[in-house]
């Protein structure tokens, strides 16, 4: 896996718990469509850097623990860092294309009319 997909899994995970503070693991591996493994790692990554706060808002023992996710300012300056970077690889890849197209058509090898 290269450094540009992890970094793109970090940032849609970062998204999902921004729009989404109270969803699970589970869920948002599924929305992801990594591994449950993988989130979990992720999840822990992030808040060993402080990205996140995992907040246990069960009171009762008794019941299954439910988790909110919190993004930390931190965590939004990462965000907002990481989607400039996504865009900036967008951009330069949408140049790669029209340029490579441009030639194309330059040199009428698609012989479209």
């Not at 591996?29 to 822990?44: P, Q």
């Not at 706060?53 to 069960?58: D, G, L, S």
């Not at 439910?66 to 865009?87: D, S």
Request: no cysteine; charged share 35%.
């Amino acid at each position: 896996m290269s450094e540009q997909q992890l970094k793109e899994e970090i940032l849609q995970l970062i998204r999902e718990i921004e729009s989404f503070p109270g969803i699970n693991q589970r869920t948002l591996s599924e929305k992801l469509g990594i591994s449950l493994g993988k989130t979990n790692y992720l999840l822990k990554e992030l808040i060993k850097k402080g990205f996140i706060k995992a907040k246990n808002f069960t009171e009762n023992p008794d019941k299954l623990k439910k988790i909110q996710y919190i993004l930390t300012p931190e965590g939004f300056e990462h965000r907002v860092k990481l989607t400039y970077h996504f865009l900036i690889r967008k951009e330069d890849e949408y140049n790669r294309i029209k340029n490579y197209w441009n030639q194309i058509k330059d040199k009428d090898l698609l012989n479209i009319k």
